[in-house]
């Protein structure tokens, strides 16, 4: 997957960024966020989630209450002010008063009465057992957790745009220190050519964002929302060989280092633990990532690395092991140095988990992100990488 983006000045990207961050008043931010196309980059959808007052195309999925009708979902943070709702397309915008309330400093959107906006019902979410291609048992047994092959559960979406109240973040999240991947940010900074080489899952590939599903509005997934990020920070060329495929883990990940160094990558991105969780223990996990790192560097010394701890899956589902995932999560962290750095997903997830439902988040009700967690994880990434 190669994606060049028109070159622009720092200087220029700085202003913009700076302009969508700092400058717009949520009158002229309402403005701004009409019907778009999210194929060609926009600084805005890389402006980290937990840092300014704007959190940018939030997913939330309503769920009505059975008894009551009623229909709401939370987001990360308290609101000051609904800047945008929107169907997931983006090309429908709702009103406030008329399609959906809120309450100044509350976290909740609740739907009214005769609202335009997508709910269901948590029946809806269901399916009878054996019914589907992959068997999704729920852990209460009472049927199957919906899967959504592409565009299923983004159709359900809906995506808020909103200035928040307080900005409590507990995570802690990555900062830019160019001592953690010298070579590669410093390739960056000299605006020479970066390659890059992506090694994962179906979460890499790009399964479930809306580009990769062809549907609008269009978003590409985080790997090449990275390349698009880079290349538009540091004008420079960033050359990115994707050989994630779908349904693997760690111990195909070894069997495929000789394609890896083929390609002669400044950066490794490895990026498993979704498929493993199905019963691989920590140490393994750790074993087999402390192995492709080794087997990299015999044939390229001078290769830096990013280790993605995965996101968390749907809890209901009887066959992933959360618990596993943090130990996957720490088993990354201790092989971290200079050169190699952790781009923690896991703890992310796990808060999101606190804040909000499964299904505002998921891209196909079991494993894959939606558009907004394919951001998150090129927002991620993006911070160890732009100062």
């Given amino acids: 997957m190669k994606y060049h983006a028109p070159v622009r000045s720092r200087s220029f990207l700085f202003a913009v960024i700076c302009v969508c961050s700092l400058a717009l008043s949520p009158d002229a931010l309402r403005a701004q966020n009409s019907s778009e196309n999210l194929r060609t980059y926009s600084p805005k959808l890389l402006r980290p989630f937990w840092r ?55 976290r909740e959107i609740v739907i009214a009465a005769g609202s335009r906006i997508v709910t269901k019902t948590p029946q809806d979410l269901r399916r009878p057992a054996k019914s589907q291609k992959h068997q999704l048992t729920h852990r209460d047994g009472n049927g199957e957790i919906l899967f959504g092959a592409k565009l299923e559960y983004h159709e359900m979406q809906t995506f808020v745009t909103y200035a928040t109240a307080s900005h409590d973040w507990p995570v802690q999240m990555p900062t830019f220190d160019v001592r953690v991947l010298p070579r590669t940010v410093q390739r960056l900074r000299s605006q020479k050519p970066i390659s890059v080489v992506l090694l994962g899952d179906s979460i890499s590939t790009g399964c479930n964002a809306s580009g990769w599903a062809d549907g609008m509005p269009y978003q590409p997934p985080y790997p090449t929302l990275l390349q698009q990020h880079l290349e538009a920070c540091y004008d420079t060329r960033v050359t990115l060989a994707n050989l994630s ?55 390229l010394p001078n290769a830096e690395f990013i280790l993605i701890a995965s996101m968390l899956g749907n809890r209901d589902w009887v066959l992933l092991k959360h618990d596993v995932f943090p130990l996957y999560r720490d088993q990354l962290a201790k092989l971290c140095e200079p050169g190699i750095a952790l781009a923690d997903m896991t703890s992310v997830w796990t808060e999101f988990l606190k804040r909000k439902k499964d299904s505002d988040l998921t891209g196909n009700g079991v494993n894959h992100p939606n558009d907004f967690g394919h951001r998150v994880y090129a927002q991620v990434i993006s911070a160890l990488l732009v100062e």
């Fill in 245 to 299: 495929v779908s349904g693997k883990a760690t111990p195909w990940g070894l069997t495929m280092i000789e394609k890896v160094v083929q390609q002669k990558p400044d950066l490794v991105i490895l990026a498993f633990g979704m498929n493993d969780s199905a019963g691989r223990s920590a140490k393994e996990y750790g074993r087999n990532t402390a192995a492709m790192i080794s087997k990299t560097r015999k044939a």
């Fill in 52 to 106: 300014g007052d704007v959190v940018e195309r939030e997913s939330v999925l309503f769920v009505r209450d059975s008894k009551t009708g009623e229909a709401r979902a939370s987001l990360l943070f308290p609101i000051q002010d609904v800047i945008s709702i929107r169907n997931a397309a983006g090309d429908i915008a709702y009103q406030e008063g008329v399609d959906f309330h809120f309450s100044t400093g509350s």
